[in-house]
Each structure stands twice: as structure tokens, then as C-alpha cells.
């Protein structure tokens, strides 16, 4: 009987090991949560360039925006366990939409997923109209300290990055700041070169150009330590030195996720070509204008062991933002 029941279950075993063996068989699909154009889009196609060679098949992108990238997340997590399909996610899906959402939540980002490796890191930074009296965030607090709520601020949407930066900040610096919701950063930044708001808080890419020209003014990166990698932004000074004692560090990542059941080895081998890929110099140098830098994981494990890491942090910010979505 044992005999037989060892017999069984090498059989079974047997399909998950040829597939795995066989990985890839056919392209490799990243799904991207976010539109085309985006940095999260740009990461994954650069990555996939690199990928391709490595992985001896194409690596294609689909955006599947929507849901705080809730819907992305599912689909992947729902498809074919077999290394094909793979999640461009990153540190507020995986770690923030659990404390946004709640009982809303179609998946469990440990639960749900094989996690591969982080491919990138960056930070949001806060700007202001050049026209605004506040030649630094000094200047910006005490301005905001003696007009209470006045100063406006617009956000990518409740519960997104620029919204939890824009709350921590205000609760760090014990300031006021009048929120004010967009549906993406694009809307929001028009509206801020239009001179209808203030202050932004957000991602990079889109920034750092009117930064660049003159019409937008940096106060400060999100991140605890300046962001030394972004050409013109070196002297702009990051949360340690404005917040000293506050734990202020709006640092986020991107990262590849497969469906939780994939066979370990299949995911050794996308671990293998996304480490490669990230590492390259070519795939580093395009990041840099985008205001990232290229970051990768040792092993499958330790990445799954920063998310847990990453959880508390990630609850404590939408908290303090008070943000819950449906």
C-alpha cells in the first residue's frame, strides 16, 4: 500500500514538474494594474526587455487599471498557476489596499501570491508653484501654522500614495492642509501649474520636469534620505533631516508577483531573469529619470518576508489618513 501510494503521488507530481522543467513554454505575460505611460507601465516594460533574452520567450505587458489595482491583483491571482502570468505589484497593493479596502478585498497578498523579487524603489516628492512665497518646507510649515487649513494640496485619490504622503506629513509637521482628490496625478498637477492649488505630493515622473523648468519649486522627497539618484533633485532634502525623530519615509517599490501554486521551480527561474534583468545597467539608467532606482531580493523568501515586514507600516499610514474605499 505504501508502495502504491508513493507510486500516486509521483504521478501526480509529474505534470507540475514537466511544466516546471519546461518553463517558460510560451510568452510570459506581465499584468500591469496601472494605464500605459505611467512609471509602473515604463518598469515593466523595461523589465520585460531584458527578461525576454534571458527567458528565451517574449514578455508581454497588459494594463488592467482600476480598484486601486485590486483588479489587476485578482486576475493574476486567479490565473493558471504556472509562472505565465505574472503581477507588476507594488507596496500599496500589496500592503495598503488590505487596510483601504477591508471586507472588499478580493485576494490576500501572502495568501494568493509567489512573490519573485522587488524590481525598483522610489519615493514621492513635494512641490509647490513657484510663485508661492516658500523658498523651502520650512518656510511651507510656518506658513500653514499660522493660516490653519488654507494652504490646498492636491492628492491622486483617497487611500493612493500622494494622499497617505500628504496625511503623514501633516501629522509629523502638526500642520493643517486642506486634501483635495483627483482621479490620477495628472489632473492634480495641471490644476497646480494652473495656480489652484498649493502643494503636491506625489510620484516623479511627471514632476520632476516643471521642476527642472522652473515653474514647480521642491520642498521635499517623501523618503527619509535624499534622493541623490535623480539629476537635479540632489539637494532637496528628504524627511530625517526636515523631521528629525519622526519615522516619515514614504519609500515604495514595484515588484513581481505570480499566482500562489506555482511550481518552485518556475518561480526560481523568474527570480533568476528578474534579478538579471533589474541588475543590468541599461534597465538602472532608464529608471533614473523616472525618479526610481533598481532594487532586487536575494531569494522568493526574503521578499516574502519584507512584505510581512512592510504590512505594519503600510496599516499605520492608511490610519493616520483615515481613507477607507469600497
Wanted: charged content about 20%.
Amino acid at each position: 500500500m505504501r508502495r502504491r501510494a508513493a507510486l500516486l503521488a509521483a504521478g501526480l507530481a509529474l505534470p507540475a514538474a514537466a511544466r516546471a522543467q519546461g518553463f517558460p513554454n510560451r510568452p510570459v505575460k506581465v499584468v500591469v494594474p496601472f494605464p500605459p505611460g505611467g512609471a509602473a507601465d515604463i518598469t515593466a516594460r523595461l523589465l520585460g526587455e531584458h527578461m525576454a533574452p534571458l527567458l528565451g520567450q517574449s514578455v508581454v505587458v497588459e494594463n488592467r487599471p482600476g480598484a486601486g489595482g485590486n483588479i489587476a491583483a485578482e486576475a493574476v491571482a486567479r490565473a493558471a498557476p504556472d509562472g505565465h502570468t505574472a503581477f507588476l505589484g507594488g507596496a500599496t497593493i500589496l500592503c495598503a489596499n488590505k487596510y483601504l479596502y477591508r471586507g472588499a478585498m478580493p485576494f490576500d497578498a501572502l495568501r494568493d501570491f509567489a512573490h519573485v523579487s522587488r524590481v525598483s524603489v522610489g519615493t514621492t516628492l513635494l512641490v509647490a508653484r513657484a510663485d508661492r512665497p516658500w523658498p523651502d518646507f520650512a518656510s511651507m510649515v510656518a506658513a500653514a501654522r499660522r493660516s490653519g487649513a488654507k494652504i490646498s494640496a492636491g492628492n491622486s485619490g483617497l487611500g493612493t500614495v500622494s494622499h497617505l504622503s500628504l496625511s503623514k506629513l501633516a501629522k509629523e509637521a502638526r500642520i493643517e492642509i486642506s486634501h483635495v482628490p483627483y482621479r490620477g496625478l495628472a489632473p492634480s498637477l495641471n490644476d497646480l501649474l494652473a495656480g489652484n492649488l498649493d502643494l503636491i505630493f506625489d510620484g516623479m515622473p511627471a514632476i520632476v520636469p516643471h521642476v527642472r523648468e522652473g515653474r514647480l519649486r521642491a520642498l521635499a522627497v517623501g523618503s527619509a534620505k535624499r534622493v541623490t539618484y535623480v539629476p537635479g533633485l540632489e539637494a532637496v532634502p528628504g524627511m530625517a533631516e526636515l523631521l528629525p525623530g519622526t519615522d516619515m519615509d514614504m519609500e515604495f517599490w514595484y515588484c513581481i508577483s505570480v499566482p500562489a501554486g506555482t511550481p518552485p521551480a518556475a518561480v526560481r527561474r523568474l527570480h533568476a531573469a528578474t534579478v538579471a534583468a533589474a541588475r543590468t545597467p541599461d534597465y538602472a539608467d532608464k529608471l533614473l529619470p523616472l525618479g526610481f532606482s533598481a532594487v532586487t531580493d536575494e531569494s522568493p523568501e526574503g521578499f516574502t518576508d519584507f512584505i510581512r515586514r512592510q504590512d505594519p507600516v503600510w496599516r499605520d499610514l492608511v490610519a493616520v489618513s483615515g481613507a477607507q474605499l469600497e
